[in-house]
């Protein structure tokens, strides 16, 4: 809505060189400014009516053309440009243009895509984005306006909204929370329905560290790998090998495969270990993978060949069919 102030003010370019000055319109002078975005762009606010405006100027050093430009920002666009304006390096106040984009983010519709607005930029919000929470939490099921939120900090409410089913309020808890939201995720990854939601939170239990004995009941009795594999690569990352060396004892094929993996990734090689992924290899039950997995960690744990062929012989000629046809498998693996 224009007024007197910025009234007179279109999206106008021009492009002169050296021998013309540009000359901006006169009611750019009327406008408070904001700060810069980018070296080039400052940001201009109407008082009056709080129209927001870029006053782009840019001189070429080698042609000496100077080219001129004004924009009248609105919607996505003006909100992106601010974001960008409260990271721009510069010792200029950012007070005033927090509360420019504080208005404006209220005016967008929570189902824009967030990817237009750059919202989730950490390393541009940060702490700052607390006075933007009433406007960010309207935004809390995008992955972007999730992330924002992270960024202000606001985990009581992403926490709130992870237990109610929010996949991207999870995945920002998984992503940066700190160890207090560790409950809510064992809650998500306990009891949600979702196969996504269970997977982002064991994820997230993984980065934190915590929930190591509801990750193992999660691998070990749920019957889809798009869940089980993340409980698996959780645990491996904690380090809760003797977890997964109980899982490696299992009479289900799929449970050893998984902690045969597991073992391999979480990179601990002890004797016990060692020990426990030879005796795996030649385990009767189940298709080649748990075997020839189990083969495969024990060389990402660093078992020299010789010792991995002194393991894998016997079971060329091992009573069980896919034994021997495992063995075979480990020994044509290239060194």
């Not at 064992?186 to 993984?206: F, K, Y």
């Not at 060389?299 to 896919?322: C, F, K, Q, S, T």
């Amino acid at each position: 809505m224009a007024c007197a102030t910025c009234g007179d003010l279109v999206d106008s370019s021009q492009s002169n060189d050296d021998s013309t000055p540009t000359l901006p319109p006169a009611g750019l002078r009327k406008l408070r400014a904001l700060g810069t975005c980018f070296d080039d762009t400052e940001l201009l606010l109407c008082a009056e009516c709080g129209a927001l405006f870029s006053h782009a100027h840019d001189r070429d050093q080698e042609t000496g053309i100077t080219d001129d430009s004004v924009r009248r920002l609105e919607g996505p666009r003006a909100v992106t440009l601010l974001v960008y304006g409260l990271a721009w390096p510069s010792l200029e106040p950012k007070s005033e243009m927090l509360s420019a984009l504080a208005a404006r983010i209220g005016r967008v519709a929570p189902s824009t895509p967030l990817e237009d607005l750059e919202l989730c930029r950490a390393e541009l919000l940060g702490a700052s984005a607390r006075e933007l929470l009433p406007e960010l939490k309207k935004h809390v099921d995008t992955e972007l306006g999730a992330r924002a939120l992270a960024a202000a900090g606001a985990f009581t409410f992403l926490q709130e909204e992870a237990l109610r089913g929010c996949r991207p309020a999870i995945r920002a808890l998984g992503r940066s929370g700190p160890a207090e939201v560790a409950p809510t995720l064992v809650q998500v990854l306990l009891n949600s329905s979702e196969g996504p939601a269970r997977r982002e939170a064991a994820q997230g239990l993984g980065r934190l560290g915590a929930g190591r004995n509801e990750l193992y009941a999660v691998m070990t009795t749920v019957k889809d790998s798009f869940v089980t594999q993340p409980a698996r690569d959780a645990l491996a990352r904690m380090g809760a090998t003797e977890l997964l060396l109980e899982g490696l004892k299992s009479p289900d094929w799929s449970i050893r495969w998984m902690s045969a993996e597991g073992l391999g990734s979480a990179g601990k090689s002890t004797p016990e270990i060692i020990s426990a992924l030879e005796r795996a290899v030649l385990t009767p039950g189940g298709p080649p993978i748990s075997r020839t997995t189990a083969f495969e960690s024990l060389r990402r744990l660093g078992v020299a060949r010789a010792r991995l062929e002194v393991v894998v012989r016997p079971g060329i000629d091992h009573a069980d069919e896919d034994v021997r046809r495992s063995s075979a498998l480990c020994l044509e693996r290239p060194t």
